[in-house]
């Protein structure tokens, strides 16, 4: 079963991409469709992919990309980062 997705921005930050918010320790625990919302709320600027246990990573950062990373519940198991 392949549940991983990946959520486009729509918009530019609004604050011109100044002290842009880049962690979301707020929503560990959280099930993934409210941590996507809030962290898509926060910064519409960037892709949000949710990821299953297990998922093989390419190595790389990308500073357009948050990776929500879930337990076999679907809540969110580490805090999402920007990268």
Do not use: Y
Request: aromatic share 4%.
């Amino acid at each position: 079963m392949d549940v991983s997705s990946s959520f486009k921005a729509k918009s530019p930050a609004p604050n011109g991409g100044q002290h842009e918010k880049s962690s979301w320790p707020e929503v560990v625990g959280m099930a993934a469709t409210p941590a996507v919302t809030k962290i898509m709320q926060d910064r519409p600027d960037v892709a949000v992919e949710v990821l299953p246990p297990g998922t093989h990573l390419a190595p790389g950062g990308n500073p357009k990309r948050v990776r929500v990373f879930i337990d076999a519940r679907g809540a969110v198991a580490k805090t999402p980062r920007v990268g």
